[in-house]
C-alpha cells in the first residue's frame, strides 16, 4: 500500500494522516493480544494493577507478542514507512498504553533532528473530541518556521495544563483537528507535530509503532544517542526477543541497524534503574 505523491505531500504539509478502517477486520484480534500483553505483565505499569489515576505505559511492546510484531510487516505497515523513509527505513520500537485523562500538548520531539521519524497510532476504543481523540495542529511539525515554532513555548511551560492562557483560552480550544477514530482506524504523525487529547476516561487504549530514516554510516554516533534514551524505559536491548526471534530478512533489515548498535544499552539501563523508582511513563 504505498502513499500516493498527493498523500506524501499532505504529510510533508500537515504532518499526519489517517486511514479509517485500515485494520477494521483485525480490530477484534489486536485488542486481545494487547489485552494478553497487559495481563503478562500486571495489568498497569511496572507490573502493577492499572490504577485510573496515572497513565500506564509499556515499552516493547508489540515486541513480546508474535502477532502484534507481524504488523511492521503487513504491507499496509510497511508499504507506508517506506514511501516516506525508503525501503531501509528503521523500525524504533513501540510502547502500549492505558491513557488517563487529558494529554497535554506537546510534540514527542521538537529539536533538531537530521533524520525524518514518525510514528503509527492505533486507537483501541471508540474516541472522539469528547472522549480523547488525537488532536494535531497541522504543520506544527515544520521546525524553523515561524507559525511552528511559536507554538513551542507551550510544550515548554512548568505547568503545561496551562501554558494555553498565553493566548487567552482553555487547553482544548486551541484550534486543531480532531481525528475520531474506530477500533481499527490507523494514524500516523511526524514526531514534531504537536497533538493532546482532551475528555478521555481513565483506561484509553492505545499502542504505538515508531520509525525512522536509516542512519548514515557517520552519523551512527548520533544513532547510540538516540538508542540511549530507552535506558529510562528500562530497556536491555533495542527490540524484544519475539520481535527478533520471529523476523524474516524483510523484518531485519529495519532492525538490524540499531541491533547493531545497542551494546550500550544495558549500563545505560542498570544506571536508570538505581536512580529511577519506576520506569518511564512517557
Not at 525501503?87 to 520531539?109: E, K, P
Request: glycine fraction near 8%.
Amino acid at each position: 500500500m504505498r502513499l500516493t505523491e498527493q498523500q506524501v505531500r499532505y504529510f510533508d504539509t500537515f504532518g499526519f494522516l489517517s486511514f479509517p478502517g485500515l485494520f477494521a477486520g483485525e480490530a477484534e484480534r489486536i485488542s486481545d493480544a494487547f489485552e494478553g500483553i497487559w495481563t503478562a505483565h500486571g495489568g498497569g505499569h511496572d507490573g502493577r494493577p492499572h490504577d485510573h489515576m496515572r497513565r500506564s505505559a509499556l515499552a516493547e511492546f508489540i515486541d513480546q507478542d508474535e502477532y502484534l510484531s507481524s504488523l511492521i510487516d503487513d504491507p499496509r505497515i510497511d508499504d507506508v514507512a517506506a514511501s516516506l523513509l525508503g525501503d531501509d527505513y528503521n523500525y524504533t520500537g513501540s510502547d502500549g498504553n492505558y491513557y488517563v485523562g487529558n494529554t497535554q500538548w506537546h510534540s514527542d520531539r521538537y529539536t533538531p533532528r537530521k533524520y525524518t521519524s514518525f510514528k503509527m497510532a492505533f486507537y483501541l476504543d471508540p474516541v472522539t473530541h469528547e472522549s480523547g481523540c488525537l488532536r494535531v495542529i497541522p504543520g506544527s511539525h515544520k521546525m524553523g518556521d515561524a507559525f511552528a515554532d511559536s507554538l513551542q513555548p507551550v510544550a515548554q511551560q512548568p505547568r503545561p495544563e496551562q501554558a494555553p492562557t498565553m493566548w487567552g483560552i482553555e487547553p482544548d480550544q486551541v484550534p486543531a483537528l480532531a481525528l475520531n477514530t474506530q477500533p481499527g482506524d490507523l494514524i500516523m504523525f511526524n514526531h514534531q507535530t504537536k497533538h493532546a487529547s482532551f475528555g478521555g476516561g481513565t483506561r484509553r487504549r492505545m499502542f504505538t509503532l515508531n520509525f525512522q530514516e536509516r542512519f548514515d554510516e557517520a552519523d551512527l554516533p548520533l544513532l547510540r544517542d538516540e538508542i540511549a534514551e530507552a535506558a529510562r524505559f528500562w530497556r536491555l536491548r533495542a527490540y524484544g526477543d519475539v520481535m527478533i526471534r520471529t523476523a524474516g530478512p524483510g523484518r531485519m533489515r529495519h532492525l538490524e541497524q540499531r541491533l547493531a548498535n545497542d551494546s550500550h544499552l544495558p549500563e545505560l539501563t542498570r544506571k536508570a534503574q538505581e536512580e529511577m523508582e519506576e520506569p518511564s511513563r512517557s
